[in-house]
């Protein structure tokens, strides 16, 4: 089994900063695509930042210039820097890895438990 466990979360004010972290551990051969996502209240889970295994990065319009997504392999760890925050980005954040893990030797989509974001006007 694979655990994703995200930290970072908090209030901060409009214009401010936060960074996410992520760490995976468990039975991992390899994480490929690494991955955040949010879910405002009411709201649909969308897309947030997703980086590949050779950090090729892919971002949601509405974070583009503010956020920015990296991993470190050794630690099985992503990140997300998020400045410039706005209350529109106030969700629960959410990490997400496509892991392959010993045994298994197939790709399984894993997620974390969610950090708050609060951004206050």
């Known amino acids: 089994q694979v655990q994703l466990v995200e930290s970072g979360g908090g209030l901060v004010q409009a214009g401010g900063s936060l960074r996410l972290s992520c760490a995976a551990s468990g039975s991992i051969l390899r994480i490929n695509d690494m991955g955040w996502y949010r879910q405002a209240p009411g709201k649909q889970r969308e897309l947030v930042a997703t980086i590949t295994s050779g950090s090729s990065t892919n971002y949601a319009d509405s974070v583009k210039g503010r956020f920015t997504i990296s991993r470190d392999n050794a630690k099985n760890t992503v990140y997300l820097q998020m400045n410039s925050l706005k209350p529109e980005d106030t969700a629960v954040y959410y990490c997400?890895?496509?892991?392959?893990?010993?045994?298994?030797?197939?790709?399984?989509?894993?997620w974390g438990q969610g950090t708050q974001v609060t951004v206050s006007s």
């Open positions: 997400n890895a496509q892991v392959v893990t010993y045994g298994r030797w197939l790709q399984t989509e894993y």
